[in-house]
């Protein structure tokens, strides 16, 4: 189907952060928009409270009539629908015009200059934060892979610079393959989703063939030193950004105050100084110097890009600060692989210095959890005190022998415990935490507001004791 011919959208696993932004993209251009997800969140609430007709039965009779004519329609879903959703089987046996989520971004990026950001680490904050670097000065549109603080959303419509698009170039399912961007950013080529993958050199091969597809004119936006040698089409630009002198773009004159980096940026063109990075963590400031080196090279100027490297103020569940006690702070991350973990970390120790930390990680699918079992033991190590919940299964089902005690057996900390996650509000009832984490990419966020209720709770008991 054209996406000119589209009059209405249904969408299996509507809250999804990638399908999300898609349908908000569509209800802001008046088309109507129904769907199903297996839970309700904040973002279904939201997107309910904006026109969408959204069931989380899966149930052909729960869909609206309007929806069931197969002219006009077109069925949006992502790899994580199984194959035998009754909805998602009624779809295909009476021949709607479906595609995936990717194949949709790829449609719609196709009518613009796509700046894509893609990387097993990093994805997320480098491309929201392009899009805000962009968004206050050129103008662009973007589909982000989570919810910008700026923005309270994860679509930017603006009314200038529609030639612009910024999207996180997804590799799980090899998602990304479907753009063709003028710009390509990539922060990390890591071992990852090797449950689709199978190897590490298949992903490798992935990231190789995404940045084959650039614009003969365009430009690679590329971490020094990553894990493979990206060959680039004739006539695209290969641009280096890190931390030392031999990259196109770097930082000296690091600092920190009140939690945030000062630094001076090195370009090509000359330094750019007394920058300040609006988020805190010292891989932030990294994702920072790859969306500067991109918004330089497309135009924007270094006024607009010191005002608005300071204006940022990050994503959710990316370094978010929940809250802010006396006594306690509480982190909420994504992180989820564990070189994640470990930058996570080792931020939080560099902006907190002298302080003790408690981690709670939700170990997410049992293939990545026996994959890097060892590698997470090694990165939850470095807590003072790690919890490790069971694990999140998402599209997968158990498999045997691996739990979350899979992980502590291998680890060396001995205050590592496993604490299911229906007791963990009680765990904090009774355990004093001085910094709090929550890791992971599951369904742990759904536990932010008892868990800030209940440190709202400790801190106020200590100031009346």
Known sequence: MKLN????????????????????YYLHYGVPVA??????????????????????????????TAFLVKEGTLVIYTPAIPANHCELEYFRSNGFAMMKRAQVLGLLSSNYKTLAVAGT?????????????????MGCDAFLGGISHNYSSNLILSDQGKQLLVVEADEYDRSFLTLHPHLAIVTSVDADHLDIYGTYDAVLNAFQEFVSQIKPDGYLVVKQNIAFKPNVPKGVEVITYGFTPDCHYYPTNISIHDGLYRFTLVTPRGSINDLTLGVPGHYNLENAIAASAAALTLGVSADKLAHNLESFRGVQRRFDVRFRGTKIIYIDDYAHHPSEIEAL???VREVFPNRKITGIFQPHLYSRTRDFAAEFA???????RPIITEIYPAREQPIEGVTSETIVKLMSNSNA????????????????????????AGDIDRMINDIVNTLEAKENNAINE
């Open 5 to 24: 011919a589209v009059k209405r959208v249904y969408l299996l696993g509507i809250g999804g952060i990638g399908m999300s932004a898609i349908a908000r």
């Open 35 to 64: 769907g199903y997800d297996r839970v309700s969140s904040d973002i279904t609430q939201n997107l309910e409270a904006a026109g969408a007709n959204i069931h989380y039965t899966d149930s052909v009779g729960a869909i609206p």
């Open 121 to 137: 680490h990093g994805k997320t904050t480098t491309s929201t934060l392009l899009a805000h670097l962009l968004a206050n000065s």
């Open 345 to 347: 970390v080792k931020s």
């Open 378 to 384: 090694e990165a939850l190590d470095k807590l003072d």
């Open 417 to 440: 415990q496993v604490v299911p996650k229906a007791n963990l509000i009680s765990w904090l009832k009774c355990n004093n935490v001085d910094i709090l984490l929550t890791i992971g």
